[in-house]
Structure formats: structure tokens, C-alpha cells
């Protein structure tokens, strides 16, 4: 069932994981410590394990919502293979980023409604399930925050009230 997660995931961000990222993790990394972000380079910017390892904590907080669109799908997919492993920083570093509040330019509300709804499963599955136990309580509180109908910090619609 997980894997049908990744593909729905994948899926979804077709389009964002088809392009090199304009800021690649690296990059952000980079930014992290004040230095310029290094061009893309395709072999030294492969996101396997061991590069997300490295450079997701601390570089997804400096992502443009292109690049953070880019790098969802694997972060989801890394997530899956390593929900069990609490000491990991790649899972919070994906959690935290999809806390509100939003950016100024926005990130969350860039996204698609198909790729939300992928989003919000990824943290239903988290939330609720007992081989995630070291992220349970924070799936559920960032679903409550901005992922669920009606959520505590998401923009509502303007009811046009005074119409």
C-alpha cells in the first residue's frame, strides 16, 4: 500500500521532478551557511539516501516552492523506507516544511489540489501508524495546523460578508 503512496506521489509532481531544481538541496545548504548555492550538477545533485541525508535538514528551508515541489516526492519516498528510524533528520526536515505558516512567496498553497491530497495521505499514513510511532504526533498536529478541512492555520475563502 505504501508504495502506491510513492507512486501517487510521484505522479503527482511528474511535472517538478522532470526539471532540475532551480536551488538544488545543496544549494539550500549552502544558503544555510551564507555561501553562494552551487549550479545544479547532475551527478554530485542525484537525490539518493545518503544526499538527502546530507543536505535535506538543514537546505529545504531555503527552497523556492519550485524546488521544494521538485524534492517532495523523494522525501516522501525516503520517508517510506525509513518511518521506523526515529534519528533520521530527513523526515523532520520534510514535516517541518510543511508546517504553516506559509512562506511569503507562498509554498503550501502552490500546490496543486492533487498533489495536496497526496500530501495529506502521506500524513494520514504517519499519523496513524504504529511503525511511524516517532513521527505520530507530529503528522497529526501539522495535519490539524493546515492538511485537514476546516484546519487551524490555513486561509479560509473570503464569505463575502458585506456583499
Given at each position: 500500500?505504501?508504495h502506491m503512496l510513492v507512486e501517487r ?26 555561501r553562494d548555492p552551487p549550479p545544479y ?123
Amino acid at each position: 500500500m505504501r508504495h502506491m503512496l510513492v507512486e501517487r506521489a510521484y505522479a503527482a509532481f511528474a511535472t517538478e521532478v522532470a526539471e532540475p531544481p532551480p536551488v538544488t538541496l545543496r544549494g539550500g545548504d549552502a544558503l544555510d551557511s551564507y555561501r553562494d548555492p552551487p549550479p545544479y550538477d547532475p551527478a554530485r545533485d542525484a537525490p539518493d539516501d545518503a544526499y538527502l541525508e546530507r543536505y535535506a535538514y538543514w537546505g529545504l528551508n531555503f527552497l523556492d516552492a519550485a524546488s521544494w515541489r521538485h524534492y517532495l516526492p523523494r522525501l516522501i519516498a525516503y520517508t517510506v523506507r525509513h518511518r521506523d528510524d526515529p534519528t533520521t533528520m530527513v523526515v523532520a526536515g520534510l514535516l517541518f516544511s510543511l508546517r504553516p505558516p506559509d512562506r511569503e512567496p507562498p509554498r503550501l498553497a502552490t500546490l496543486t489540489p492533487t498533489q495536496e491530497a497526496v500530501i495529506t495521505a502521506f500524513l494520514e499514513d504517519l499519523a496513524f501508524s504504529e511503525d511511524a510511532r516517532a513521527y505520530q504526533e507530529d503528522a497529526l498536529i501539522i495535519l490539524e495546523e493546515w492538511w485537514l478541512p476546516n484546519a487551524r492555520y490555513r486561509p479560509r475563502p473570503d464569505p463575502g460578508y458585506g456583499s
